[in-house]
């Protein structure tokens, strides 16, 4: 079955310095691959997505670029900011039952950034 | 426009009580998909429906739990009796369904404590 693997948080960071969070997934097929973001007290958000292998999601100045060798979405930012303090979730989407395809969450990455 | 809409946004009952939480997804969107979201747990996808109708209802915990749709723009989500361990955050998320759609957009949630 599908899964993700997410790297192990909490991560904390001062302002101004850069991000990584690590995913990894196990899939069948071509999944799409996303990152969420959760702010506190809040639902999830897009954060970006990429259907097809090398491709590179961004926005808001956070990339990944899915990389079907190594089946990683890793999540990068060059300069974090205190407002980016959240919770970050890898996801894949892969065809179950029924014609929706259904999102496969990895355990999501707590980010503090400190000023 | 508005997004996916829950309610209530907070629900403090006492176990053994009857507990109904509400969705309104995006218009146009014709699938829904409920989700519960704990520390120990993570995010887990409980039900979800295509076009009204139930398609993968795997995730329910069990019996006491039960999802409806009546029409396309709403769902609720009952737990009948509640229990102190069904304490989390509920969130519905809403998409329209495809081969080529695959983004889900969630709702703000309903935390849910149950003493």
């Known amino acids: 079955g599908n899964s993700v693997t997410q790297m192990e948080g909490p991560v904390t960071l001062s302002e101004e310095a850069f991000l990584t969070i690590n995913c990894t997934y196990t899939?069948?097929?071509?999944?799409?691959l996303f990152w969420y973001v959760q702010y506190p007290g809040e639902g999830l958000q897009l954060l970006l997505k990429?259907?097809?292998?090398?491709d590179k999601g961004s926005n808001k100045g956070f990339e990944a670029t899915y990389r079907k060798e190594t089946t990683s979405f890793h999540l990068e930012k060059g300069s974090v900011q205190v407002s980016d303090s959240a919770v970050y979730f890898c996801?894949?989407?892969?065809?179950?039952?029924?014609?929706?395809?259904?999102?496969?969450f990895g355990s999501g990455t707590q980010l503090t950034v400190l000023p | 426009d508005a997004g996916v809409i829950q309610s209530p946004r907070h629900e403090v009952t006492e176990m053994g009580q009857e507990v109904t939480l509400r969705c309104k997804p995006i218009?146009?969107?014709?699938?829904l998909f409920w989700y519960r979201q704990t520390m120990m747990r993570g995010l887990e996808l409980l039900i979800y429906?295509?076009?009204?109708?139930?398609?993968?209802d795997s995730g329910m915990p069990e019996d006491r739990f039960s999802a409806k749709m009546p029409n396309a723009s709403f769902s609720t989500l009952k737990i009948q009796p509640s229990e102190p361990r069904d304490s989390a955050v509920y969130f519905c998320?809403?998409?329209?369904?495809?081969?080529?759609?695959?983004?889900?957009?969630f709702g703000p949630g309903t935390r849910l404590t149950v003493l």
């Open positions: 996801a894949l989407s892969g065809i179950s039952s029924g014609s929706a395809r259904q999102l496969t």
């Open positions: 899939a069948t097929g071509y999944p799409s």
């Open positions: 990429a259907t097809k292998a090398d």
């Open positions: 218009s146009g969107h014709n699938s």
């Open positions: 429906f295509n076009n009204n109708v139930p398609i993968d």
């Open positions: 998320a809403s998409m329209t369904s495809g081969f080529s759609t695959d983004t889900q957009y």
